[in-house]
């Protein structure tokens, strides 16, 4: 291994242990953001390998994490089953959900059509959470247990050393996924799809994958939610939803898995400070958007790229 | 009661085809999609409340809103869009959503703890047509919509402008090397979009009172009735929008009445997985 | 000798927060009051029922506060999304370090923060239509306003006094708010002789209600509940009329009376035929709704007012937690606690707010103040009219 590239790895460990010790520092309040933070990493990685490093316009993301959401917390109201035993059910729900909606990117849809086509399938699950009651509680929503880990109750404190395991084993996953035959076929299909084919790379089964990845990571981070916020409602999984997660990953980084990182913390913490401002959150959100997208369009993570090459990420979305 | 459910959904339907008109018309000549679509026509349904309520008789009002609205499309396109056409196509999308947040943004603040109305011109009733109930508000709208598409046919058509559009629609090379100004051409298209979005949403706001959210379900229905009609068709964006409005009718009416609500998404869904070129689009599909 | 100080310290601090009684937020001179609401995202119309009480707060303040203390009001905005919802009530309650919290939560926010409330100790005093929030009583959460439930109950209640009406339609969202108004008229209907001929959802943002009208007109029905926001329910009200329907059609809280009145403006549709349970004691800033205008107008900045300036129903609604949490802290003494000022809410009985139409009455096993209320409707004649039942005006004010 070359001398960057295991300084690189240095670095990456160097930062989930320094974070170890924050929740001491924290108030409950701080505790709750930070937890916030670490769930919408999963979420915007799952997002970025659909987008970012597949190319493919699918919006689905917020389905994936209502699937999981939904599953994770069914399973702990209706089955009684403690939260540490539902991610992975909430995973691969959100992983059942990613090859379904790779279906019509298999037969070709793309760009606006796959767009618009995952964003009216967002919606639908919106619905059918209503309309399926027994399970979901309907509109009234779905009250949960409190999360649990091997029968110890979870405050916000512990939440976040859970939380940061997840999200470090997610990360450190996709990476090695990103970094494997599996991610450079995903960069032929971005870079050019009709070539890739040509070249005899099966795409579609690689769609496939990655789709799938993407749901499972989304689910995952589904979950959570269920932990974090404790009740469940269809209305958390809606457009505004997605809004949010593409700021996240444009102002990280499309592509990046430092950008996902990046692009969580910041517009997790972002609406904090607004909350003293009632009314002016969105047209802040909006016109930050506007700025990035113009000014620093491959995100913060081009910025740390640019400062020193150790933060370079080949993935990082190229003109 | 079929006859009064078709009635109808068309003078919905015919809302629904002048938006999906507009995005398809700034679709076509960007290949972008505005996102920020359905939030460009709530700004021009407050404008035109601006302007009626500063004392502006309704037409002056409507003509003024639809030119404020023109600008905005324009000075997005040149200043916002133009400077990242070359980025990826996300960027894009993501752009015309921030514009469009932005402007929702600006409405909550000003608005957002009140509902406002805009006031009709005209009054307010319904007359029968033989079996069939007809509102004043559905003929008013399936006029002027009516109307809109009239002159943007001879625009097309008749006119010097229109053979420039069609030329450019036809091959953007080609129309810059006679010499047409292309990227003030896309910069007017958008303000096209802009001022006819801001006519479908203060003929929406003649029916509905005004919130700063009006735009996310026109935005859906707009893109329901581009999906049926298949993108990138102007005649098809109109015949998707009345098929849209029957059929969230006749369905909410004989099946479920949720299907008024969610007979969009399940068109978008079922039009792109059976026929993804829709009633007149062209090839959609990626075959690789 | 270092540890023997730990020990008492930490013994000393201990027994303070054991035996004190929960003081925080309050000092000297200030009560801190957390007013959590939904000042941004989809229901940020409701926000005027935050603002009401934000308006009496400041009047009791600029007359030198309630035993000495003036109140410090801390806005945070929930934006009817939990996640933000959890942010504010915990930025509220571990930052600001609030007394109590009030406002007026989104029923999912309401749900999503009830456990923290209840394992902080921290008192919520608001309004909701979600009657979850209160039932079953949990200590130091106090609905005043009319819930859902008792909303509910008022609009069955009104529609079966017509003599003869027992077939009732219902329209209504699919969301939450909705069924917190339609599930317990429903109830009521089926619990007094009525049947429910018709569901029918209309969609928040519809532009059109043909199709639900005429199922309802199919279904022989005699009234509508219309659980609708104010928008959707004046697209209804259009609709019954341009198809002729001439039934009585109840709507719930989520709309100003006297705006839906006037948008929809034909008056054949709504003069006889909308009605409204009526949470006040009198007319909009009329007699003694008129100290609550006055204050509304003085209190509040331009922002926070609508823009032509006249304080609507939302105002009134969410005035009356204020007047209640303020009293509270007249009982409760010079030297109020977290606990004292529960017991002392707990003791109200009766307790005559000047804008409601029922008198609050709490004790330690009930938290929801105000049950029955009047009916509000528009005459033949054009005038509105609050009525008693069906046919019967409140005689005098």
Redesign the interface.
């Known amino acids: 291994m070359s001398g960057a590239a295991r300084a690189g790895r240095r670095l990456f460990w160097l930062v989930p242990l320094a974070l170890l010790p924050v929740p001491l520092a924290l108030n409950p309040y701080q505790q709750f953001v930070a937890d916030l933070v670490l769930m919408y990493v999963p979420v915007a990685i799952g997002f970025n390998v659909v987008i970012g490093n597949l190319g493919l316009f699918a919006f689905s993301n917020v389905a994936y994490f209502g699937i999981g959401a939904y599953a994770s917390g069914i399973l702990m109201a209706k089955a009684g089953l403690p939260w540490w035993i539902t991610v992975l059910p909430a995973g691969l729900a959100g992983c059942g959900a990613g090859v379904l909606t790779a279906v019509p990117a298999l037969r070709g849809v793309r760009l606006f059509y796959l767009a618009i086509m995952t964003l009216a399938f967002g919606e639908l699950m919106r619905w059918s959470y209503i309309r399926a009651e027994a399970l979901t509680g309907g509109s009234m929503g779905l009250a949960l247990p409190r999360a649990l880990l091997f029968g110890w109750p979870l405050d916000d404190a512990r939440k976040f050393y859970v939380f940061l395991a997840l999200a470090v084993i997610l990360v450190i996953a996709t990476e090695r996924l990103l970094c494997s035959r599996f991610g450079r076929a995903f960069m032929a299909i971005r870079g050019n799809e009709v070539a890739a084919a040509a070249m005899g790379i099966p795409t579609g089964r690689f769609i496939v994958i990655g789709f799938a990845w993407s749901g499972f990571v989304v689910g995952v981070a589904g979950a959570m939610y269920a932990a974090l916020i404790g009740h469940l409602s269809p209305d958390s999984f809606n457009l505004s939803e997605l809004v949010l997660e593409f700021a996240i990953i444009m102002v990280g980084g499309v592509g990046s898995q430092l950008g996902s990182v990046l692009g969580a913390a910041v517009l997790t913490a972002l609406p904090q400070l607004f909350m003293s401002w009632p009314g002016s959150e969105e047209l802040a959100f909006g016109l930050l958007l506007i700025l990035v997208i113009l000014f620093l369009p491959r995100g913060l993570a081009s910025l740390l790229a640019r400062w020193h090459p150790i933060f370079r990420d080949r993935y990082l979305l190229e003109e | 009661m079929l006859l009064q459910l078709v009635v109808s959904g068309i003078a919905n339907g015919m809302l629904y085809a002048l938006i999906a008109l507009s995005m398809t018309l700034v679709y076509r000549a960007t290949t972008v999609l505005n996102f920020g679509h359905g939030d460009m026509a709530t700004a021009g349904a407050y404008a035109g409340f601006v302007l009626v309520g500063a004392g502006l008789p309704f037409i002056a009002a409507f003509a003024l809103a639809l030119g404020l609205l023109f600008a905005a499309g324009f000075l997005v396109q040149r200043f916002l869009l133009r400077p990242i056409m070359r980025a990826p196509h996300f960027a894009l999308a993501t752009m015309a959503l921030a514009v469009g947040y932005a402007l929702r943004g600006a409405a909550r603040l000003r608005w957002g703890s009140e509902i406002v109305n805009l006031p009709r011109p005209y009054p307010q009733g319904a007359f029968m047509l033989g079996p069939v109930v007809v509102t004043n508000d559905a003929l008013v709208i399936t006029a002027a919509v009516l109307v809109l598409f009239v002159l943007m046919l001879l625009l097309f058509r008749a006119t010097r402008l229109g053979r420039i559009i069609r030329a450019v629609f036809q091959t953007e090379r080609g129309a810059a090397l006679v010499g047409i100004n292309v990227p003030l051409f896309h910069g007017l298209m958008w303000g096209a979009g802009g001022a006819l979005a801001a006519a479908g949403g203060v003929l929406l706001a003649m029916i509905v009172p005004l919130t700063p959210d009006m735009g996310e379900w026109v935005l859906v229905r707009g893109f329901a009735a581009m999906t049926l009609g298949g993108f990138g068709s102007l005649p098809g964006a109109i015949a998707g929008g009345v098929l849209l409005g029957v059929s969230e009718e006749v369905l909410g009416f004989y099946v479920s009445t949720v299907f008024t609500d969610i007979t969009a998404y399940l068109v978008t869904i079922l039009v792109l997985l059976i026929r993804p070129r829709g009633l007149f689009g062209r090839q959609a599909l990626a075959r690789v | 000798m270092r540890w023997v100080y730990a020990f008492l310290f930490s013994l000393v601090w201990i027994s303070a927060a054991w035996a004190g009684g929960n003081t925080q937020g309050i000092t000297a001179t200030t009560i801190k009051i957390g007013m959590l609401?939904p000042?941004?995202?989809?229901d940020?119309?409701a926000?005027?029922l935050d603002?009401g009480p934000v308006a009496y707060l400041r009047a009791i303040n600029a007359q030198g506060g309630v035993n000495g203390r003036k109140f410090d009001i801390?806005?945070?905005?929930s934006?009817c999304?939990?996640?933000?919802g959890?942010?504010?009530a915990?930025?509220l309650?571990?930052?600001d370090k609030v007394f109590m919290i009030m406002g007026q939560p989104c029923?999912?926010v309401a749900?999503?923060i009830k456990?923290m409330l209840l394992q902080t100790g921290v008192p919520w005093m608001g309004s909701s239509a979600n009657p979850h929030i209160a039932i079953p009583t949990s200590p130091g959460i106090f609905a005043v306003d009319y819930n859902g439930v008792a909303s509910g109950h008022a609009m069955a209640a009104f529609a079966l006094s017509k003599p003869g009406l027992t077939k009732i339609a219902l329209v209504m969202h699919?969301?939450?708010w909705?069924?917190g108004y339609c599930d317990p008229a429903e109830a009521y209907i089926k619990s007094h002789g009525g049947t429910v001929v018709a569901t029918?959802?209309?969609?928040m943002?519809?532009?059109?209600a043909?199709?639900?009208v005429?199922?309802i007109k199919?279904s022989g029905a005699q009234a509508v509940m219309g659980c609708l926001y104010?928008?959707a329910l004046?697209?209804f009200l259009?609709g019954m009329?341009?198809?002729?329907m001439r039934i009585p059609v109840i709507g719930a809280l989520g709309a100003d009376f006297d705006?839906v009145v006037?948008?929809v403006?034909?008056p054949g549709a709504v003069r006889g035929v909308y009605f409204q349970p009526y949470q006040f004691q009198a007319p909009l800033g009329q007699g003694p709704l008129k100290q609550f205008h006055d204050i509304f107008v003085k209190y509040l900045t331009k922002s926070?007012l609508?823009?032509n300036g006249v304080p609507?129903n939302f105002y009134y609604f969410g005035v009356p937690v204020a007047i209640v949490a303020v009293e509270g802290f007249r009982l409760a003494g010079p030297d109020p606690t977290r606990e004292s000022w529960i017991a002392a809410v707990e003791s109200l009985k009766h307790f005559q707010t000047g804008v409601l139409a029922d008198t609050v009455t709490f004790s330690a096993t009930n938290h929801v103040g105000t049950e029955t209320m009047p009916a509000v409707g528009i005459d033949a004649d054009g005038k509105e009219t609050i009525y008693k039942s069906w046919g019967k005006p409140l005689v005098g004010e």
């Open positions: 609401g000042y941004s995202g989809v940020s119309t926000d005027p603002y801390i806005l945070a905005d934006a999304n939990e996640t933000q959890i942010a504010a915990k930025k309650i571990y930052e029923s999912g749900m999503a456990p699919s969301n939450d909705a069924r029918t959802i209309l969609d943002d519809a532009t059109d043909t199709a639900q005429l199922r199919a104010q928008q004046i697209v259009r009329h341009e198809y002729g705006q006037h948008d403006g034909t926070e609508p823009a609507t």
